[in-house]
């Protein structure tokens, strides 16, 4: 009998199609593999699911990668067998994650330990469009002399310091930065905050990030000063490659001709690849630190029984491990200023306190408050 000729995919479907697979245990196998889905392969041992898996999908996926690559990079990573099958069609570069012990991080990923997550943040810095987060348009790029204009609307009659930032929260020493400045002539440098003259530049410590902004001028910004005012906003817009930041009297702005809202005037850092990694303090959420969940008391952990008061037990925390009913010897002073000092009583039942009350207890109020009596 002839065998029913292989059926192709239909066109335009999202799918993997694998046809006439025979490696190792399979035996002209056809599939269909959805794209877009999380696909388990099952099966008893030695049915095939490793030969199906990675020494096909994987295999053929990563080969027909390695070919678009040039003939120079490609001697250098060997060549890479077909897998007996007939046909493949809609494959894609695959990635293999071995199967083994690895640490248990909150900040290990698949993408991280597969080391993708890498080149996404190289993608993202190089192809990515800054957006305004409160009005979502993208950010444009604006002249120097339109930093002037919103320069001398901010700091009118004020005493300035016009600084090119050259280093941005990097590790290093950063002498020899200091010492091309003042053979280039500059007198001053910010560094870490604070201004300093080049013949002092500090000696700072390796292996802590630092921030050095060159000064470019200092003046007091009056009508005749407005010519050399863009002088100095086009010196930092060179040396800051595009950025510069203007220090006054009553603060300081970050000004950038690349990226700025059209809308409210915000400006963007450069895009780098530091800045997509949750892993990094640039780039990860200041709420949560990157790791995407947040820990947080809640009533239901902390609340033993609604009927109780505070004093009488109601909060598991002052409960020994062992009895229901037995407590520590617990010091109700703190708690009894705190319930004064806000107006509710430790001796009412916990579910009657008025829901402000409830929170300061679990929550507190985010307020300092130093007694007299206190020694340090």
């Not at 060179?238 to 970050?254: I, K």
Request: hydrophobic content about 40%.
């Amino acid at each position: 009998m002839t065998p029913a000729p292989r059926q192709p995919p239909p066109p335009g479907s999202e799918v993997i199609a694998l046809r006439g697979v025979r490696v190792h245990n399979l035996r002209g196998v056809d599939l269909d593999v959805p794209k877009g889905r999380l696909v388990a392969v099952t099966g008893v041992s030695g049915s095939g699911k490793s030969s199906l898996a990675f020494d096909t999908l994987f295999r053929e996926g990563q080969r027909r990668f390695l070919e678009t690559l040039s003939a120079y990079a490609r001697q250098f990573l060997g060549r890479m067998e077909k897998p007996d099958l007939e046909s493949a069609e809609g494959l894609l570069p695959a990635i293999a994650v071995e199967q083994k012990s690895v640490s248990r991080s909150a900040r290990s990923t698949v993408g991280t330990l597969t080391e993708i997550h890498d080149h996404l943040r190289v993608l993202y810095a190089r192809a990515g469009v800054p957006h305004c987060p409160d009005h979502g348009v993208a950010l444009a790029a604006q002249t120097p002399g339109q930093v002037v204009e919103r320069i001398l609307e901010r700091f009118g009659g004020q005493k300035l310091h016009v600084l090119a930032p050259l280093v941005r929260d990097r590790k290093g020493q950063h002498t020899k930065l200091a010492e091309d400045l003042a053979k280039r002539g500059f007198a001053r440098a910010r560094v870490d905050g604070a201004i300093v003259r080049l013949e002092e530049f500090p000696e700072l410590e390796r292996y802590k990030r630092h921030t050095v902004e060159v000064v470019v001028d200092r003046l007091e910004l009056r009508e005749e000063q407005v010519p050399r005012l863009r002088e100095a906003v086009a010196g930092a817009v060179e040396l800051g490659e595009g950025d510069l930041v203007v220090l006054g009297e009553d603060g300081e702005v970050a000004f950038s001709t690349r990226h700025t809202c059209p809308e409210c005037g915000r400006e963007a850092p450069p895009l780098e690849p530091r800045l997509f990694s949750f892993n990094s303090p640039h780039g990860a959420c200041p709420a949560c630190d990157g790791l995407g969940t947040l820990r947080r008391p809640t009533e239901s952990s902390v609340v033993a029984d609604r009927t109780r008061s505070i004093r009488d037990g109601a909060l598991a925390v002052m409960r020994n491990s062992g009895g229901a009913l037995n407590f520590p010897r617990v010091d109700f002073d703190f708690l009894d200023q705190v319930a004064e000092a806000h107006g509710f009583d430790l001796d009412t039942p916990w579910r009657d306190l008025p829901a402000a009350a409830r929170r300061i207890v679990l929550l507190g109020t985010g307020e300092e408050r130093f007694e007299d009596s206190f020694s340090f």
